[in-house]
């Protein structure tokens, strides 16, 4: 048996044979270049092959994953025609390499050089361009990428997936994923989580490609892999699994269930989503609307920053398919850990507390109003809200609320519809946010509590920060104040309070939701059934401050 350690980032435990990821590999490379000629004749025709794909990939991601997503794929599809790449791969021809070596050169040296740059989002390129150098090289060689062929369904172990690799997995044959590398936010995280698949990153060279074809065990609880586990480990993992299977057949009688408590008081239990293509996760999971929709995917996945009919047809795609079910949107949340480069924003010593989000927006006025002209003409098409992050002030809101109607007395003007009582709400971050939540109360139609930030902000404590170990502490009574205090003053003025920060999912806090009267949950669509449950067997009026000791 062997054992690694890895960091557990999508929850549950699965078993089955590990399978590595395939993938051109350079050792495979021919090394004697036959003659230039028909070195270019299968380049060029690798290349068009790859074009090919990639337009076929985008057409279907524009299907299933929304826009963001398809222009990944044409954005991929312009680099194999690059003139820069191209002339560089002839070049490496001219000298003698194979089309093999010719594209693993362009593709190391365009990627070296993004890599090496300045600007984060052109950084981030890098791992395109590999990428597409990959498929070239893969046309090259044959290799049908990221084919499982294999019958049953494996545990999938890679060093790494890029986008467009997990975009083409066949996810029924995936049982779980575990890689080298990777962390909470790369790609095989945020998609493991949404499709509710366990998934272990960071096992760095202790994952062996000697373990293909093993059986292996993970929990993505607790981060464990156990490969060809011996009979204590495997009854341990048995037992385990067999609980999740229990757990599952109990969660799928929960779908259709009122969310609902004991004493008849009803949650709104709605799901975060990150893109368009999370929609299907809110709906298998049978979330009742959408309480935090992150706009900021649209403009981290860009190039340059969304156009408005570009940003209308995703919020317009996400309000459709919720089919009147209330979204929330919130506006443009960049800054801080989250940097786009054609911001250009500057440099701040301390970005967490600089220029991010709200302010940004109310900085630069015609990347707001694109912004709100979209959410509003999308409104016609569902039942949108639209939140505002990061207030610490009146006036912010007061201004924001200003653009919103300067934004639909142009929509009057031009006679396009949008839904008027389109719903205004904030996100209670700050601790400024919560001292005059009174009077911020009476300018908007909700709040919504993001306990991430709101934890960071009143304990001081930086959320990217891995060693700050205990002293980041949601549950810190200085927190749950924060929250009671916000949703008095929201109830005093008579709107509704919901919670969007993670805390909204641990179950251990639902009684001190329902003391303090929250009245919304948004959480990951995974989380949605399992919350269910538990408000349904709770009883809200057993539920007091005193009681819990808060
Ligand atoms: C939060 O701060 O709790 C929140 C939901 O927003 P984000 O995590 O996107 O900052
Ligand atoms: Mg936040």
């Known amino acids: 048996m062997v054992v690694m350690q890895g960091s557990g980032v999508s929850k549950g435990v699965a078993k089955g044979p590990v399978y590595f990821y395939q993938r051109a590999a350079a050792a495979a490379v021919r090394l004697d270049a036959a003659c230039f000629e028909e070195e270019k004749r299968r380049l060029d025709a690798a290349c068009e092959k790859s074009v090919e794909q990639l337009n076929a990939l985008a057409e279907k991601a524009r299907k299933e994953a929304g826009e963001d997503a398809a222009m990944l794929f044409e954005t991929h599809a312009m680099f194999v025609e690059d003139e820069d790449f191209t002339d560089c791969m002839t070049a490496a021809l ?37 990428d597409v150098a990959r498929r070239i090289l893969s046309n090259l060689m044959g290799i049908a990428e990221g084919g499982i062929d ?38 095989t995280a945020i998609l493991a989580r949404t499709m509710g698949i366990p998934a272990i990153c960071g096992l760095g060279d202790a994952l062996k490609r000697e373990m293909d074809g ?73 979330g009742q609307g959408i309480g935090l929709f992150r706009s900021e995917f649209l403009y981290l996945a860009s190039s340059d920053y969304p156009t408005e009919e570009e940003q209308f047809r995703a919020y317009k795609q996400v309000a459709a398919a919720m089919g009147g079910r209330r979204v929330v949107i919130r506006t443009l949340d960049i800054g801080a850990d989250k940097q786009v480069g054609y911001f250009a924003l500057q440099k701040e010593e301390n970005p967490a507390l600089g220029m991010r989000a709200v302010r940004i927006c109310l900085s630069r006025p015609e990347v707001f109003r694109t912004q709100l002209r979209a959410l509003y003409r999308a409104s016609a098409y569902g039942r949108i809200a639209i939140m505002f992050p990061m207030i610490t002030s009146v006036w912010e809101v007061r201004e924001c609320k200003q653009a ?97 920060g993670e805390m909204g999912a641990d179950l251990s806090l639902l009684e001190t939701f329902l003391a303090i009267g929250i009245d919304e949950l948004s959480v990951s669509p995974a989380a949605v059934l399992p919350l269910r449950a538990e408000i349904r067997k709770t009883t809200a009026g057993a539920c007091t401050l005193e009681r819990l000791k808060c």
């Open 94 to 130: 001219e000298k003698g390499c194979t089309a093999e070596r010719a594209v693993e050169a362009a593709g190391e040296q365009f990627s070296a050089m993004l890599a090496g740059m300045d600007d984060e989002y052109m950084r981030a390129r890098a791992a395109d361009i590999k």
């Open 404 to 500: 919103c109607r300067k934004v639909m007395a142009e929509l009057d003007a031009e006679g396009v519809p949008y839904r008027r009582d389109t719903e205004i709400g904030i996100m209670v971050e700050t601790p400024a946010c919560v001292f005059v939540a009174e009077e911020l109360a009476k300018e908007v139609d909700f709040f919504s509590v993001g306990t991430n930030d709101l934890t960071q902000y009143t304990l001081a404590c930086d959320r990217q920060a891995n060693d700050l170990g205990r002293f980041f502490d949601p549950r810190h009574p200085a927190v749950l104040r924060a929250v009671k205090m916000a949703a008095d003053a929201a109830h005093r003025a008579g709107i509704w309070i919901g919670i969007c």
């Open 150 to 187: 294999l019958d049953g369904p494996v545990i999938l172990a890679a060093d790494d997936l890029a986008p467009s690799e997990t975009l083409q997995l066949d996810k029924r044959k995936i049982l779980g994923f575990i890689t080298r590398g990777g962390s909470g936010n790369s790609h």
């Open 214 to 286: 093993c059986v292996a065990y993970i929990d993505g609880e607790t981060g464990r892999v156990a490969v060809e586990p011996d009979e204590r480990t495997l009854a341990a993992f048995e037992e385990k699994y067999e609980k999740q299977r229990e757990m599952k057949t109990l969660m799928e009688t929960m779908k259709g269930q009122k969310d609902v408590t004991l004493d008849g008081r009803e949650i709104m239990v709605y799901c975060n989503i990150g893109s368009p293509e999370d929609v299907a996760a809110v709906q298998a999971n049978d």
